[in-house]
């Protein structure tokens, strides 16, 4: 697989913000929620090992929505830390040493409805690998009245960056834009680049464990072998 | 000794002159009154050579002569000024405005034309009110200045980073175009405005000591502040480059960087009590985490300064203000729902961005509360 250069990731992410800006899906604020990401990665150059944050302090925030069935406005927001560390490709078969991108769901006044994370198992942690969860720690204000105390099950699920994550944010809740964009050789080029670092190796895993028969899918892709 | 000049036509303002000088700091400002045509009162200026230029607004109020040969205001004669310094480069100089309150209110806000020729606007009131502040300012135009024209000998890609004082390694940071065409201006005063405009005055790659103190989540009153910007200058967050004694400033990304090595994460994604618990158990301080004027929390995940009260604030609890130009490198101002829903914000004359009336009617109507 191509690891792309930390560069290449901070164009990415400035075309994302561009893009994202341009089809009016974010609040204006989508600059200054990537600009440190950007500048990291920019300055890390050709480096294929790289890091980059969006912090839950300056979210991707997401254009205000009414939804039809809970009959109020929503609004989604999405976060990451993301580390990679090319060496791991070749020892773990994957090259994120770290990665948990959030998804939020908050109404205008500001509360959480739900949240979901993609992130990779912390250590000696039962779970996938990689995994989808439900609610998790909220490391704001909210903590106390939303912390969600029950963390299980995590899916097994196959890592997300904040390409993938917007993609699925835009589909799911702004279904005219993506009927329009989904199309454009602008945005696939994008979700390919994010597609073949985040799905390729994690999907080639699963295609060695399908054929291996040797274990049930499940217990491959746990974190600790059991 | 920097000699500068004060023009007014109103004599009686002529103390002006002596509350834009400083024995302290090397800075003599004469008062000269506008008594020719013009050009002719450009020419002078150019040959008298001026470290600064300070003028009044309306210089057409009284007739200086049987001849009344000061039918212009500051606008055309800083324009002259500025054409020969096009010309000349190695001869610019900063031009500033300092007129009455109420006449920059009532003549100089609405001259869209001419408010680029100016690189600073002070109100007669504030430099008599805060003198010493003006003339900080003021030396250190003068000296950006001369920074800035012996810039020109560098290379042309090489120009903004030198006089931004930034690492070659930082350099990435700045690649944005509306920043390099910076290096491409020929005179000083283009590349002081530009720096003034997209860097200095906006919250963005620097940030004002407020925003530090938001993105910090201290409170403002907090015992330790000063030592913790002592610690801020030991890690080389202050901004060093041209203008800087006359403003402070701290770099957005070095304040970045330092966070997740001090404290192993972003700054952002560490509430204010975590931010202020790794600051204090580093530094062996006793800072305070602050309070969010919304939630009454200090567990709040500050971004920012609110553009109207400059009090720590969330992004979730702020509305967008309406600016009209801002580039991709800049924070956009944000104002806080407290500030909208006692309308504090109007009083700063700043607007909310339409985008976000909805919000912003249903927190002044009561049905968001806090």
């Known amino acids: 697989m191509a690891i792309p250069k930390a560069k290449d990731m901070g164009d990415a992410l400035q075309y994302l913000t561009q ?27 050709e480096n294929k090992s790289w890091t980059y944050t969006i912090t839950s302090s300056n979210p991707i925030i997401f254009k205000t929505i009414l939804h039809d069935k809970i009959g109020s406005e929503i609004i989604p927001r999405i976060y990451t830390d993301i580390t990679l560390d090319e060496s ?43 995994h989808l969860q439900y609610g998790g720690h909220s490391p704001g204000s909210d903590r106390d009245r939303q912390d969600f105390e029950l963390r299980e099950p995590r899916w097994a699920h196959p890592p997300l960056d904040i390409i993938l994550l917007c993609e699925v944010v835009v589909a799911n809740f702004y279904t005219a834009t993506w009927s329009e964009i989904k199309r454009q050789k602008g945005w696939i080029e994008l979700v390919s680049m994010s597609q073949q670092l985040c799905l390729e190796p994690y999907f080639n895993n699963i295609q060695k464990h399908v054929d291996k028969k040797d274990s049930s899918l499940l217990n491959s892709l746990w974190a600790i072998s059991t | 000794m920097y000699k500068g000049l004060f023009i007014d036509d109103q004599k009686e303002d002529d103390y002006i002159a002596r509350y834009l000088s400083s024995k302290e700091q090397n800075l003599q400002v004469d008062f000269r009154m506008p008594d020719k045509e013009l050009l002719e009162l450009a020419e002078e200026v150019i040959k008298y050579k001026p470290a600064i230029l300070a003028l009044d607004y309306r210089l057409d109020e009284r007739p200086a002569g049987k001849d009344n040969p000061n039918r212009y205001k500051a ?12 010309e000349m480069p190695a001869e610019d100089f900063p031009i500033i405005l300092v007129s009455h309150e109420g006449k920059i209110r009532q003549f100089f806000d609405p001259d869209l034309t001419v408010k680029d020729l100016f690189d600073r606007v002070y109100s007669k009131e504030s430099v008599t009110d805060e003198q010493a502040r003006h003339v900080k300012e003021i030396v250190s135009l003068v000296k950006g200045y001369s920074q800035i024209i012996k810039s020109l000998e ?46 200095i005055d906006r919250q963005g790659l620097l940030l004002d000591k407020d925003n530090v103190v938001a993105v910090l989540g201290v409170d403002s009153k907090a015992i330790d502040l000063d030592n913790l910007f002592i610690k801020l200058a030991e890690n080389k967050i202050n901004y060093s480059g041209v203008f800087s004694d006359g403003w402070d400033r701290w770099w957005a990304h070095r304040i970045s960087n330092y966070g997740k090595k001090l404290c192993g994460k972003a700054f952002g994604n560490l509430n204010a009590e975590e931010r202020v618990t790794c600051l204090n158990n580093s530094y062996n301080l006793k800072l305070s985490p602050a309070k969010s004027r919304w939630t009454a929390r200090v567990d709040s995940l500050y971004a920012f300064a609110c553009s109207s009260c400059r009090q720590p604030t969330e992004i979730e609890y702020s509305v967008q203000a309406y600016e009209p130009i801002s580039y991709e490198f800049m924070q956009k101002r944000r104002i806080c729902w407290t500030c909208v829903q006692t309308g504090e914000y109007a009083e700063k004359s700043l607007r909310i961005n339409t985008a976000d009336m909805f919000i912003a009617k249903k927190i002044q109507n009561g049905e968001i509360k806090n």
């Open chain 1, 19 to 45: 893009f994202l800006t341009v089809n009016d899906l974010v609040q204006c604020d989508a600059w200054s929620a990537t600009s440190d990401a950007r500048q990291t990665l920019l300055s890390s150059r």
């Open chain 2, 154 to 199: 560098i290379a042309k890609d090489r120009r903004l980073m030198h006089l931004l004082d930034i690492a070659e390694e930082e350099g990435s940071n700045f690649e944005h175009q509306d920043l390099q065409i910076i290096n491409g201006y020929m005179a000083p005063h283009q590349i002081a405005r530009d720096i003034f405009k997209k860097i």
């Open chain 2, 75 to 86: 606008g055309p004669l800083a324009q002259q000024l500025r054409d020969h310094a096009v």
């Open chain 1, 88 to 130: 791991k490709l070749e020892q773990e078969g994957t090259p994120f040493a770290n990665i948990i991108s959030v998804l939020e769901i908050r109404s205008i006044e500001g509360n959480v409805l739900v949240r979901f994370h993609i992130d990779r198992a912390n250590a000696g942690q039962a779970g996938p690998l990689f």
